[in-house]
């Protein structure tokens, strides 16, 4: 069984900083891609970044230049910088991971609950 558990939301004024962080943990072969996800009420849930398992990275274009998705591979687990948050940054963001598991054949999504940030001041 695999899960993924994110941390580092919260509540945060404009202009301001938030890590994010996601670990994945379980009986985990390999992971491909790692990405962080966002929905905001009322609307569907967008991507804002991925990291593939070599590094190549990449952004939404409302997050270039603001924020930085990076990996740690032995810890399972990916980070998100977020600088110059906006109130449009508000939202629960969602980890994912593309891995292959010990009992699987083909790689499959995994998704974590969710962690709330919400920027205002």
């Known amino acids: 069984q695999v899960r993924l558990v994110e941390s580092g939301g919260g509540l945060v004024q404009p202009g301001g900083s938030l890590r994010l962080s996601c670990a994945a943990s379980g009986s985990i072969f390999r992971i491909n891609a790692m990405g962080w996800y966002r929905q905001a009420p009322g609307k569907e849930r967008e991507l804002v970044a991925t990291?593939?398992?070599?590094?190549?990275?990449n952004y939404a274009d409302s997050v270039k230049g603001r924020f930085t998705i990076s990996r740690d591979n032995p810890k399972n687990t990916v980070y998100l910088q977020m600088n110059s948050l906006k109130p449009e940054d508000t939202a629960v963001y969602y980890c994912n991971a593309d891995l292959l598991t010990y009992r699987s054949l083909w790689p499959d999504a995994y998704w974590g609950p969710g962690t709330q940030v919400t920027v205002s001041s």
């Open positions: 990291i593939g398992s070599g590094g190549n990275t």
